[in-house]
């Protein structure tokens, strides 16, 4: 497939099944750099299926995922994996950080698995926790720390290796209003200065308004909200 | 919003001109919708009949005269009584989108592009109020939230009767 012009993800008529339930039926999807792009719809409707094939975590049935110029369906597991640790960064809805590490390890892990020395990868980490606002939680596990800190933990582990893509899965899904709106913030304020594009995966329309535009899932189908009448 | 009780608890901190009044109504309340001076000068002359406010001093200058007003007990009550009464909430049962809505299926138009058009405008909207909430003050934020609420609610509405246009669809055109 061709592209948009300039854009730095982009997919085709997706089709993914699981069985006999249809996911993704013809999703059609592209980000530029420094974008946000919200991604809406039902439960079930494949938001999270698209998320997942976009960052190659699940290889869709059939159509193309462009990345940069190159296709993922040409890559290997191990070129998609590399490709995800060294371009991409991941929020989810529960943070997902390691309970046994402390927070700092947490958001140094990812520069750890690129190679990069213990002593660098903490500096690094401690540099975007503290606009995060969380780097007085460095010592502290993820069982120390509330709801709304842990996920501006997960933030900066998202954003600490420099990704052009962020990935967020319902990243305030289990934060209150306030909690919810300062991890908005600082996650499109942070993504925005270093120009990385932010998939945002959610249901709230509050969450959906800090991106730049809108897309809607329903029936494993995509809309681009621009392109209405 | 009621701008005679508004101005009346505005005066509950000490006398002011009229001038004094629409300035701190338009700073703490008036960010979209600036008072007209005819506005409160109106709304001062039925305060003034009401014997809610008082004249309090008249300063004689090179323009019109300028009379300072004051809050009197009764005055004082109102307010009380306003704040104290709540509001009656608004149910809008019957929303030009509705019918909107059921006007379409009616007449055989695409509806579902119908919601998803308003859809996208009220994310427009919700998308510049996050904006002017990101740059303003507490009082900002305060509005902006009220506001943002309003349209989420709306907003939610639009995508539970797109899930149900099929149903609706059969019950109108039955």
């Given at each position: 497939m061709?592209?948009?012009?300039?854009?730095?993800?982009?997919?085709?008529?997706?089709?993914?099944?699981y069985?006999?339930?249809?996911a993704?039926?013809?999703?059609?999807?592209?980000?530029?750099?420094?974008?946000?792009?919200a991604?809406?719809?039902?439960?079930?409707?494949?938001?999270?299926?698209?998320?997942?094939?976009?960052?190659?975590i699940v290889?869709?049935?059939?159509?193309?995922?462009v990345?940069?110029?190159?296709?993922?369906?040409?890559?290997?597991?191990?070129?998609?994996?590399?490709?995800?640790?060294?371009?991409?960064?991941?929020?989810f809805?529960?943070?997902?950080?390691?309970?046994?590490?402390?927070?700092?390890?947490?958001?140094?892990?990812?520069?750890?698995?690129?190679?990069?020395?213990?002593?660098?990868?903490?500096?690094?980490?401690?540099t975007?926790?503290?606009?995060?606002?969380?780097?007085?939680?460095?010592?502290?596990?993820?069982g120390?720390?509330?709801?709304?800190?842990?996920?501006?933990?997960?933030?900066?582990?998202?954003?600490?290796?420099?990704?052009?893509?962020?990935?967020?899965d319902?990243?305030?899904?289990?934060?209150?209003?306030?909690?919810?709106?300062?991890?908005?913030?600082?996650?499109?304020?942070?993504?925005?200065?270093?120009?990385?594009?932010?998939?945002?995966?959610?249901?709230?329309?509050?969450?959906?308004?800090?991106?730049?535009?809108?897309?809607?899932v329903?029936?494993?189908?995509?809309?681009?909200?621009?392109?209405?009448? | 919003?009621?701008i005679?009780?508004?101005?009346?608890?505005?005066?509950?901190?000490?006398?002011?001109?009229?001038?004094?009044?629409?300035?701190?109504?338009?700073?703490?309340?008036g960010?979209?919708?600036?008072?007209?001076?005819?506005?409160?000068?109106?709304t001062?002359s039925?305060?003034?009949k009401?014997?809610?406010?008082?004249?309090?001093?008249?300063?004689?200058?090179?323009?019109?005269e300028r009379?300072?007003?004051?809050?009197?007990?009764?005055?004082i009550?109102?307010?009380e009584?306003?704040?104290?009464?709540p509001?009656?909430?608004?149910?809008?049962?019957?929303?030009?989108?509705?019918?909107?809505?059921?006007?379409?299926?009616?007449?055989?138009?695409?509806?579902?592009?119908?919601?998803?058009?308003?859809?996208?405008?009220?994310?427009?909207?919700?998308?510049?109020?996050?904006?002017?909430?990101?740059?303003?003050?507490?009082?900002?934020?305060?509005?902006?939230?009220?506001?943002?609420?309003?349209?989420?609610?709306?907003?939610r509405?639009?995508?539970?009767?797109?899930?149900?246009?099929?149903?609706?669809?059969?019950?109108?055109?039955?």
């Amino acid at each position: 497939m061709s592209a948009p012009a300039g854009s730095l993800l982009a997919a085709e008529d997706l089709r993914k099944a699981y069985g006999p339930t249809v996911a993704l039926d013809g999703a059609e999807f592209s980000i530029h750099p420094g974008e946000v792009v919200a991604v809406m719809g039902p439960s079930g409707s494949g938001k999270s299926t698209l998320l997942h094939c976009l960052a190659g975590i699940v290889p869709p049935d059939s159509g193309s995922i462009v990345y940069d110029g190159r296709e993922l369906a040409g890559m290997n597991d191990a070129q998609r994996s590399a490709l995800r640790r060294s371009d991409f960064g991941f929020v989810f809805q529960f943070g997902q950080l390691v309970p046994e590490l402390t927070c700092v390890e947490n958001v140094a892990l990812p520069l750890r698995l690129n190679g990069t020395s213990r002593r660098q990868a903490e500096k690094a980490a401690l540099t975007w926790m503290e606009r995060l606002e969380v780097d007085d939680l460095s010592g502290k596990r993820p069982g120390e720390v509330s709801g709304g800190q842990g996920q501006r933990v997960a933030v900066a582990r998202a954003l600490v290796t420099g990704p052009r893509v962020v990935f967020a899965d319902e990243p305030t899904g289990a934060l209150d209003s306030l909690n919810g709106e300062r991890v908005m913030e600082l996650l499109t304020d942070a993504a925005r200065s270093s120009n990385a594009a932010v998939v945002l995966v959610t249901h709230e329309a509050r969450v959906a308004a800090y991106s730049d535009r809108e897309i809607v899932v329903r029936d494993g189908k995509s809309r681009d909200m621009e392109r209405v009448a | 919003m009621s701008i005679g009780h508004t101005l009346l608890g505005l005066l509950e901190s000490g006398p002011r001109h009229g001038y004094d009044l629409k300035r701190a109504f338009d700073e703490k309340f008036g960010q979209d919708r600036p008072l007209h001076y005819g506005q409160v000068y109106s709304t001062m002359s039925r305060l003034l009949k009401h014997g809610l406010v008082e004249v309090d001093g008249i300063e004689a200058g090179g323009g019109p005269e300028r009379k300072r007003y004051a809050i009197t007990d009764a005055g004082i009550t109102d307010v009380e009584r306003w704040l104290a009464t709540p509001e009656k909430p608004e149910e809008y049962l019957q929303s030009t989108l509705y019918t909107k809505v059921v006007l379409a299926l009616l007449t055989h138009r695409n509806a579902a592009d119908i919601l998803d058009a308003q859809r996208a405008e009220h994310l427009r909207s919700m998308r510049i109020l996050t904006d002017r909430k990101r740059k303003g003050d507490l009082a900002d934020q305060l509005i902006c939230d009220h506001a943002l609420f309003h349209l989420e609610a709306d907003l939610r509405w639009l995508e539970l009767t797109a899930a149900r246009l099929d149903k609706l669809r059969a019950e109108v055109t039955r």
